[in-house]
């Protein structure tokens, strides 16, 4: 566990819950989403916040460690009462949610408007620790798009390789565009300039980056099936971690946070390698 104090200032301002949310959500666009959790505030833990913890998951690791942090609130990108997640609150669930009621923290969650933030998103947060430019959405259709396509520097890619493992501190599980027989991670002479790009569990949109014309793709896990896709359509396709690639926007939102309230803010981040 890592705890990163991101706070621009530290006072004894307190704000309440309602106007923390509301800034969120409209800083956000959170209401024009069709997501599959709601956003903004999930547990209203009853108190006025003085204290922000953030985190990538509302595990019970990240609870315990923000109620040793004295914290009121918790603003994470993975909350909770997914669609077809069990309504009742028992188990695990019941467990994380009475922590949070017995010492009064609320729960403040934000998924796919904090992916798709052009300024603070997921997205944009892992562009630019990869020095690359996005240039617009991965589905232009659409009117609140999640993913991009970005450009960069023309690179090889075992530059593209090392420039992820500084930025994220982990090596990503590459897929080459071409098949080689008994390895499938070994390098050409092609150079990559444009990616597409979308953290988390997008590793499916690798068909809409081919698509677009992208010499790869960058998200966070990868699927049986994306090995094949990868090479079938000539992209090169980079896994970094489902977690590693969405630590930034919530780091991120936090620091807006801060300056706009005044209220000191950590991120502590959960180790998880997947």
């Known amino acids: 566990m890592t705890a990163i104090d991101i706070s621009t200032e530290s006072t004894n301002t ?34 006025p916040i003085q204290r922000i913890v953030t985190g990538v998951t509302a595990c019970e690791a990240l609870i315990d460690a923000a109620i040793a942090d004295n914290a009121d609130a918790i ?30 923290i609320s729960m403040i969650g934000y998924h796919l408007p904090l992916d798709a933030h052009p300024v603070v998103g997921n997205n944009a947060m892992l562009a630019e620790m990869l020095d690359l430019t996005i240039t617009g959405p991965l589905y232009p259709t659409e ?11 023309p690179q090889s890619v075992d530059d593209l390789i090392a420039k992820i493992t500084q930025a994220l501190g982990r090596t990503p599980l590459h897929i080459a565009a071409e098949y080689h027989e008994n390895s499938s991670s070994k390098t050409s002479n092609r150079l990559i300039e444009r990616i597409g790009i979308c953290t988390g569990g997008a590793q499916d949109m690798i068909e809409q980056a081919a698509l677009m014309g992208c010499d790869a793709f960058i998200s966070g896990e990868i699927s049986e099936r ?37 209220v000191p803010v950590t991120f502590i981040d959960i180790d998880n390698p997947a």
Not at 31 to 36: E, G, H, I, L, Q
Not at 145 to 150: D, K
């Open 75 to 104: 603003m994470v990108h993975h909350g909770y009462f997914w669609k077809g997640e069990p309504a009742t609150i028992t188990g695990m669930k019941g467990r994380r949610i009475r922590k949070l009621m017995q010492h009064g």
């Open 226 to 262: 994306t090995t094949h896709i990868a090479r079938e359509l000539g992209i090169d396709y980079f896994a970094c971690g489902h977690h590693a690639t969405e630590r930034g926007g919530i780091q991120a939102l936090g620091k807006i946070v801060s300056q706009e309230f005044g």
């Open 143 to 153: 009117s609140h798009p999640v993913g991009n396509i970005a450009t960069c520097v």
């Open 14 to 47: 307190t704000i309440t819950v309602e106007a923390l949310t509301q800034f969120c959500d409209d800083y956000l666009s959170a209401n024009a989403f069709k997501d599959y959790v709601p956003n903004g505030l999930q547990v209203d833990g009853g108190r």
